[in-house]
Nanobody
Framework: QVQLVESGGGLVQAGGSLRLSCAAS????????MGWHRQVPGKQRELVAT???????NYADAIEGRFTISRDNAKNTVSLQMNSLKPEDTAVYYC????????????????WGQGTQVTVSS
C-alpha cells in the first residue's frame, strides 16, 4: 500500500511562516506530480501548489508568491514553505501524489495524506 504522511502544521501569527512536509512510502514505482491542497469547513478543497517530477511548479493565484513548493525525488517527499501567512490561509492542508505502484500500472493514481491543520491568527 501507499501512505502519505504530512507534518509541520500548527498555529502561527499573521505574517509568520510555517513549513509543511509530506513523505510518501510503501509500494512505489514512480511518482509524477506532487502537490498541496487546502480545505476549510463548508468549502471545496482547493489547489495550493503542484510540482512535477522535473521540478516545474504551479501555484494558485491566491498564493501571490508567498509559498514555495519543493520536492526530493530520492526521498519521495514534498514540502511547502509558507511565508507572510494571512488569516485566510487557515485551513487543513493535504498533500497529494500521483503514484504508479508497479511498472504494470499504465496510469498513476492520486493518493492523499490525512491532512494537517494550519491556523493563522490575526
Amino acid at each position: 500500500q501507499v501512505q502519505l504522511v504530512e507534518s509541520g502544521g500548527g498555529l502561527v501569527q499573521a505574517g509568520g511562516s510555517l513549513r509543511l512536509s509530506c513523505a510518501a512510502s510503501g509500494r512505489i514505482f514512480s511518482i509524477n506530480d506532487m502537490g498541496w491542497h487546502r480545505q476549510v469547513p463548508g468549502k471545496q478543497r482547493e489547489l495550493v501548489a503542484t510540482i512535477t517530477s522535473g521540478g516545474i511548479t504551479n501555484y494558485a493565484d491566491a498564493i501571490e508568491g508567498r509559498f514555495t513548493i519543493s520536492r526530493d525525488n530520492a526521498k519521495n517527499t514534498v514540502s511547502l514553505q509558507m511565508n507572510s501567512l494571512k488569516p485566510e490561509d487557515t485551513a487543513v492542508y493535504y498533500c497529494s501524489a500521483d503514484i504508479r505502484r508497479t511498472f504494470i500500472e499504465r496510469r498513476p493514481n492520486t493518493y492523499w495524506g490525512q491532512g494537517t491543520q494550519v491556523t493563522v491568527s490575526s
